[in-house]
């Protein structure tokens, strides 16, 4: 059920053994359905604001593990209590609503083992929230599919580490992101060069630099 997704797949791989986990905008559940299927996780809390996509989730998984599951409507961690799952998944969603979600179920977040997040846009929104708001970085990791490039980050609570680029420059698909990111900029510089702002220029510029580092960052690794 995974098997088609390359993404899935890295969530899959990253999520560690688990008495109860959670899985927040669960959608289908096809994660959720990996993690049982493979006993990695004993149980899981699915959570979605989604109604239909809670109902097609519970359909997914009440045909193989009735008693081991359970589908709760809400916004996020707020169906939840803190201490009821060790562990979390937030895939498929934006960073800034990630680090919306991750803020506002506080106090389930901070009664966790581990939580992983997976942004399909925006990771920098993520990155800084996670630098500013007390976490430590477990595992970074960078998959392509379809041509698009995906950072997931096992976090936990308690922690300073501060998060940028620079944690999935050992990333196999790192290198090939990175050059992509940069002659993009590179397009975006050129754009609003003619703009004659300067700041809108100098922040053009220090992005291009910036990618040009992390390219050769990663290019001295191998």
Not at 157 to 164: A, I, K, L, T, W
Request: aromatic share 8%; glycine share 10%.
């Amino acid at each position: 059920m995974i098997q088609s997704s390359k993404r899935l797949q890295a969530v899959f791989h990253m999520t560690p053994k688990v008495q109860c986990v959670g899985d927040i905008g669960c959608d289908h559940g096809y994660i959720s359905h990996a993690l049982l299927e493979a006993n990695r996780a004993e149980k899981v809390i699915a959570t979605d604001i989604s109604l239909p996509s809670l109902n097609k989730a519970a359909s997914l998984l009440s045909g193989s593990f009735k008693g081991r599951f359970e589908t709760r409507l809400g916004d996020g961690f707020a169906p939840m209590a803190p201490g009821e799952i060790q562990g979390a998944i937030i895939m498929g969603m934006g960073g800034q609503l990630i680090a919306d979600i991750i803020s506002r179920g506080r106090d389930v977040v901070d009664a966790l083992d581990w939580c992983i997040v997976q942004p399909m846009q925006g990771a920098e929104d993520l990155f800084y929230y996670i630098s500013r708001e007390g976490f430590r970085l477990l595992e970074a990791d960078l998959v392509e599919e379809r041509g698009k490039f995906y950072p997931l980050m096992k976090i936990a609570p308690g922690g300073s580490d501060s998060v940028s680029w620079k944690d999935f420059i050992g990333c196999d698909d790192f290198l090939p992101m990175a050059e992509k990111e940069k002659t993009r900029l590179e397009g975006v510089a050129r754009a609003v060069e003619v703009s004659g702002k300067k700041d809108l220029i100098d922040k053009a510029e220090k992005d291009v630099v910036k990618w040009e580092a992390y390219i050769e960052l990663c290019r001295n690794r191998q």
